[in-house]
Nanobody, 121 residues
Framework: QVQLVESGGGLVQAGGSLRLSCVAS?????MGWFRQAPGKEREFVAA????????NYADSVKGRFTISRDNTKNTGYLQMNGLKPEDTAVYYC?????????????????WGQGTQVTVSS
């Protein structure tokens, strides 16, 4: 059982930046970030392999968001730059057992409680 705790969310103006963190209680393999806006389904944002050498991004965030990890700290990060109002959502960290950074929710076993990101126009 791995517990994940996200932090770093908040309110920011359009064009601003935030850095989300996800601390795991133990060893993790693939780590992913997903988000869910009110009235919408949870969607993939980014994922990273355990080694950190393979990443995967949703087209909507490519070039603006960067996923990374520090395995010595059991921590994953999501650097979000150039934020837009449509990025407003609850952001969830997830851990999967696969080797590839999947974009599919079903490939992730453990989830954090989420952190709210609100981008004002």
């Amino acid at each position: 059982q791995v517990q994940l705790v996200e932090s770093g969310g908040g309110l920011v103006q359009a064009g601003g930046s935030l850095r989300l963190s996800c601390v795991a209680s133990g060893r993790t393999y693939t780590m992913g970030w997903f988000r869910q806006a009110p009235g919408k389904e949870r969607e993939f944002v980014a994922a990273i392999s355990r080694s950190g050498t393979i990443t995967n991004y949703a087209d909507s965030v490519k070039g603006r968001f960067t996923i990374s990890r520090d395995n010595t700290k059991n921590t994953g990060y999501l650097q979000m730059n150039g934020l837009k109002p449509e990025d407003t959502a609850v952001y969830y960290c997830a851990s999967g057992s696969g080797g590839s950074p999947s974009r599919w929710i079903s490939d992730y076993n453990y989830w954090g409680q989420g952190t709210q990101v609100t981008v004002s126009s």
